[in-house]
Nanobody
Framework: VQLVESGGGLVQPGDSLRLSCAAS????????IAWIRQAPGKEREGVSC????????FYADSVKGRFTISREGDIDRVYLQMNNLKPEDTAAYYC???????????????????????WGQGTQATVSS
């Protein structure tokens, strides 16, 4: 059972990346899928989340209007389209699966290990000129 991320890379400010998350060993469509990022020396940040029944996705204020999360149900994959990237978006991005998108007031999307059932190994996105 695992989640596998891909699509990271080195880009310049203003560029775009599309991260992809695929599952093996379980059916991704029955889980909420979130993207969590962590930059060196910084705390984790819950970037975006989409519930198993879709509905309105969650986005952190730092990425709202620039990032879009989506599901491809027929191939059981989740994407994170990242546009107008900024240097502060540089981080390792992790795809995680859990029972729901849990957003707490004043905190945002939860990022603790125990809140999610599966974690990917991460993909690095670096934004630099």
């Amino acid at each position: 059972v695992q989640l596998v991320e891909s699509g990271g890379g080195l880009v310049q400010p203003g560029d775009s990346l599309r991260l992809s998350c695929a599952a093996s060993g379980f059916t991704m469509k029955t889980y909420a899928i979130a993207w969590i990022r962590q930059a060196p020396g910084k705390e984790r940040e819950g970037v975006s989340c989409i519930n198993s029944r879709n509905g309105r996705p969650f986005y952190a204020d730092s990425v709202k209007g620039r990032f879009t999360i989506s599901r491809e149900g027929d191939i059981d994959r989740v994407y994170l389209q990242m546009n107008n990237l900024k240097p502060e978006d540089t981080a390792a991005y992790y795809c995680v699966a859990g029972p729901r998108c849990l957003v707490k007031p004043g905190i945002g999307l939860v990022t603790e290990d125990y809140e999610y059932d599966y974690w990917g190994q991460g993909t690095q996105a670096t934004v630099s000129s």
